[in-house]
């Protein structure tokens, strides 16, 4: 058996996606800059960087620094705005033949769901991702994620407002992330995308000042990996008819595997982008080969199949 013998086709919250190689949400921004290095149109889709209702200029410089095995960013939601990206990137997106999931934020649950009233009967969008990981202005700067009264109430409020499947975006910040994924599950969400970066900060020793201008930022790369297939794991194991997208640290075939396996049905690629442009080619043709040489003939196959070892 070859490569090219092998299904590569996924089905994640209603849509159908010919692979299951994805963009993270924030690494890829609209495929533009990405587009000399590979072909939009074959990506399983492109979760492009998060929305808001108006234009932002993101957090203050320095807002990214480098850590053992990964990343620390506090970009701060930068982006043009879902007008303006309306105007201008998502036609290119289109024209290319991407599958496209718009990752969309806000302040409150106001901001987060005039974004996707915007987004209602809008050609090309195929799936919306909800970015939980946002603070709360009304509710004391809380992270939505960190709340399941708090992310049902915003998933419900995406999910009336839109017309298409509703992903909700987690972080393994939560004490208890299952939780979270029951009440957004049961607030209406489609899909759930584990998991967001977790939070860390880095300090200069010499001078003693913190790194990121913001402080804190958020941890990604391989060194969250771990984290991350646990938490989908777990997901799946209380879960297991919810589609997932496992996201974090993903540089490798065996790394998409691992996800596949924990019970994931698509998975991202972050920051691996950063390291290898081509990542999201390299990783499907590196997929079908890994099928074809172990004797898998569909990704369905391999969803939720770990198992864990016999105590004793």
């Not at 533009?32 to 492109?46: K, L, T, W």
């Not at 009304?138 to 509703?166: C, I, K, N, W, Y």
Request: contains cysteine; glycine residues 10%; charged residues 20%.
């Amino acid at each position: 058996m070859t490569g090219t013998n092998v299904d590569l086709t996924t089905r994640l919250a209603g849509l159908r996606l010919d692979n299951p190689i994805v963009t993270a949400s924030g690494c890829f921004a609209s495929g533009r800059e990405m587009q000399r290095f590979v072909d939009v149109g074959r990506i399983g889709a492109v979760v492009v960087k998060s929305l808001t209702a108006a234009p932002r200029e993101g957090l203050p410089t320095p807002r990214m620094v480098e850590t053992p095995s990964g990343m620390l960013n506090a970009i701060g939601l930068q982006n043009p705005g879902v007008d303006a990206w309306l105007a201008n990137d998502l036609p290119w997106l289109v024209e290319r033949g991407a599958t496209v999931v718009v990752s969309v934020a806000g302040d409150s649950v106001d901001d987060f769901a005039h974004v996707a009233r915007r987004l209602r009967g809008v050609e090309g969008v195929a799936a919306i991702e909800v970015n939980l990981s946002c603070p709360n202005v009304e509710h004391r700067g809380l992270v939505f994620a960190l709340d399941p009264q708090a992310s049902a109430e915003l998933v419900r409020a995406v999910a009336r407002a839109s017309d298409v499947p509703v992903i909700a975006k987690l972080t393994a910040d939560a004490s208890d992330v299952v939780a979270i994924a029951r009440a957004v599950v049961d607030a209406g969400a489609d899909g759930l995308t584990l998991i967001n970066t977790v939070l860390g900060m880095a300090i200069d020793p010499v001078s003693g000042v913190a790194e990121l201008a913001n402080t804190y930022g958020g941890l990604s790369g391989p060194a969250i990996r771990p984290i991350a297939v646990r938490v989908v794991h777990q997901v799946h194991q209380a879960l297991p008819d919810v589609p997932i997208i496992g996201c974090g640290g993903v540089r490798t075939v065996e790394d998409v595997v691992q996800f596949l396996r924990a019970g994931a049905r698509a998975v991202a690629v972050g920051t691996g982008g950063f390291v290898d442009p081509f990542a999201t080619e390299t990783l499907r043709e590196g997929l079908a080969a890994w099928m074809a040489e172990h004797g898998h003939t569909a990704v369905s196959d391999l969803v939720g199949t770990a198992t864990v070892r016999d105590a004793g």
